[in-house]
């Protein structure tokens, strides 16, 4: 298993441009999330869902959107870039409310997002 | 709302000490609790959790925690540390919606 993947790696934006950030995961899992890690901050929710044509908002939603079209994918939207916007941004999946792994996220490796 | 404190912004220590990280959290019912490590330039990786029973946790590479649910705490220990343990530790409860709410995290270095 590849387990959660993220493109790319990083990218450089200007203001008020656009991108998606995507996210794939071969677990099979029904929850799916997005954080934000900003240095000493922690990691800070941006949306989740919890299986496919289902989505959430987090903790710092604006600026974002999101969709679930698929169990595997779960993009993250950024319609007009701004400079706040500019941190690492991380997808993660876990398993559902069941079992005894649940609740046990699984990270990608992050995409670096610069914002100028 | 629940949340996470970790106390230690930065922690510096020598190989072969003795490692303790604070977590509290706030009060929520039922809590269950994560440890999770991110190594220099990678991903976050779950060291390990509490859901139920022994209050002393095990986890990978030597970690353990402590559940202390009169001091609503999770602290993570390890008794000798080694120059790979470098990296940003994170505490998180899950929350009564089945999310994560992370801590601020620490980061500890090691010296050779």
């Known amino acids: 298993n590849a387990g959660v993947t993220q493109t790319p790696k990083f990218r450089i934006l200007k203001i008020g441009q656009s991108m998606t950030l995507q996210c794939t995961q071969d677990?099979?899992?029904?929850?799916m999330y997005w954080y934000r890690q900003d240095p000493g901050m922690g990691l800070k929710l941006i949306y989740y869902s919890v299986g496919a044509g289902i989505t959430d908002k987090g903790e710092v939603p604006n600026g974002y959107n999101v969709s679930r079209s698929t169990t595997e994918d779960f993009p993250l939207r950024l319609e007009l870039a701004a400079p706040s916007q500019t941190s690492v941004y991380f997808c993660?999946?876990?398993?559902?409310?069941?079992?005894?792994?649940?609740?046990?996220?699984?990270f990608g490796p992050g995409t670096r997002l610069t914002v100028t | 709302a629940q949340s996470v404190s970790q106390h230690n912004h930065h922690v510096i220590l020598s190989e072969a000490a003795s490692l303790e990280l604070g977590c509290n959290y706030s009060?929520?019912?039922?809590?269950?609790l994560f440890w999770y490590v991110q190594y220099p330039g990678q991903h976050l990786q779950l060291l390990l959790k509490y859901f139920s029973g022994d209050p002393l946790v095990k986890g990978i590479k030597g970690f353990e925690a402590e559940f202390i649910k009169s001091k609503f705490s999770f602290n993570l220990r390890k008794p000798s540390v080694q120059w790979s343990d470098t990296a940003e530790y994170f505490c998180?409860?899950?929350?009564?919606?089945?999310?994560?709410?992370f801590g601020q995290g620490t980061e500890l270095s090691v010296k050779p």
């Open positions: 998180a409860v899950l929350n009564q919606g089945g999310k994560l709410i």
């Open positions: 009060y929520g019912g039922t809590v269950n």
């Open positions: 677990m099979n899992h029904n929850y």
């Open positions: 993660a999946s876990s398993y559902s409310k069941a079992g005894p792994r649940s609740y046990e996220q699984y």
